[in-house]
């Protein structure tokens, strides 16, 4: 057996600001080694934020001032990728000895884009991936994501790749990531309903992976003084639920629910083999005779300039 310790950071976005939850995420650097985590996972949009329940003045055909001015401050939250927030965070990679997977607002030009970092602790930052299909509303503040960045990346604990939130609700990007050879699935999210923790362990037991769900934790409307329309006040805004699933769909740690904390589980990605005995979804269960997918992996850019 060749044992790993994964974690799911379980924190939210602080509502004083983008460097406050970058010092709360390093504060838990003492937490992580002591874990002995050679992969910790944190939640979707933890740097930049994730602007639940505004609606950038927003309505179907026209735009208010005080929604410009609002979209104005949340792209001053967002980071620059690379920029000095990855730069502490890689060197909390190095410190702690852990490959960190999390999620960032990353500006880019006018753009804002919701997005996954990976950072190892030998080479820092080394790749990305920028959510392919924002959700709802969502699609007035991020851009589209490309084939560019699906990344599979190897880890300590194992081949590691991350889809965010609701992207994990599709089968054609769980495919092309099962066909990467993905070991460790990483879900950061902001979805903190218990059919998010079904979808889990779906897609555990289909890829036969492990999957780490990190979800941010978010207090009351009325805890954090702001109008939420249609929103129980006194319910929290995001409840966590963060978990680590085996890969026949067991749950090995969780669901952590209202609390900020580091949950951890150890894993063995040797058991991947057994688990895939009677089912490897892109492999022996596949029927490419009857189905297969092309995945366009060009970046895409709207101008180019040929010399």
């Given at each position: 057996m060749a044992l790993s310790t994964v974690a799911a950071l379980q924190i939210g976005s602080s509502p004083e600001g983008t460097a406050q939850t970058l010092a709360d995420v390093l504060a838990f650097e003492a937490e992580i080694k002591a874990s002995g985590a050679g992969l910790v996972v944190m939640p979707e949009a933890l740097l930049g934020g994730y602007p639940k329940g505004e609606?950038?003045?927003?309505?179907?055909?026209?735009?208010?001032?005080?929604?410009?001015?609002?979209?104005?401050?949340?792209?001053?939250?967002?980071?620059?990728?690379?920029?000095?927030?990855?730069?502490?965070?890689?060197?909390?990679?190095?410190?702690?000895?852990?490959m960190l997977v999390l999620g960032v607002i990353e500006r880019a030009g006018s753009t804002l884009y919701c997005t996954a970092l990976y950072f190892d602790p030998d080479k820092g930052l080394v790749a990305k991936h920028r959510k392919l299909m924002p959700t709802g509303t969502e699609r007035l503040i991020w851009g589209q994501g490309d084939g560019s960045t699906l990344p599979v990346v190897d880890s300590?604990?194992?081949?590691?790749?991350?889809?965010?939130?609701?992207?994990?609700?599709?089968?054609?990007?769980?495919t092309a990531m099962y066909a990467q050879g993905v070991q460790i699935w990483c879900a950061p999210t902001?979805?903190?309903?218990?059919?998010?923790?079904?979808?889990?362990?779906?897609?555990?037991?289909?890829?036969?992976?492990?999957?780490?769900?990190?979800?941010?934790?978010?207090?009351?409307p009325r805890a954090l003084g702001i109008d939420a329309p249609g929103w129980d006040a006194d319910r929290p805004l995001i409840r966590g639920n963060?978990?680590?699933?085996?890969?026949?769909?067991?749950?090995?740690?969780?669901?952590?629910?209202?609390?900020?904390?580091?949950?951890?589980?150890?894993?063995?990605?040797?058991?991947?083999?057994?688990?895939?005995?009677?089912?490897d979804v892109v492999g022996h269960y596949a029927r490419p005779d009857v189905f297969t997918l092309q995945v366009d992996r060009r970046a895409r850019q709207t101008v180019a300039f040929v010399d």
């Open positions: 609606i950038f003045g927003t309505r179907l055909g026209y735009r208010l001032p005080e929604g410009r001015e609002a979209y104005a401050r949340y792209f001053a939250s967002a980071i620059d990728v690379p920029g000095p927030e990855t730069e502490a965070l890689a060197g909390l990679a190095q410190r702690t000895g852990a300590a604990a194992g081949r590691v790749g991350g889809v965010i939130c609701w992207e994990n609700h599709m089968p054609l990007l769980r902001v979805d903190e309903r218990d059919i998010w923790q079904c979808s889990m362990r779906h897609i555990a037991h289909e890829g036969r992976c492990f999957v780490i769900s990190a979800c941010q934790v978010q207090p009351s963060s978990m680590i699933v085996g890969p026949l769909g067991d749950v090995l740690a969780g669901p952590l629910q209202n609390t900020t904390g580091l949950l951890t589980a150890q894993i063995d990605v040797e058991e991947l083999v057994r688990a895939r005995y009677d089912f």
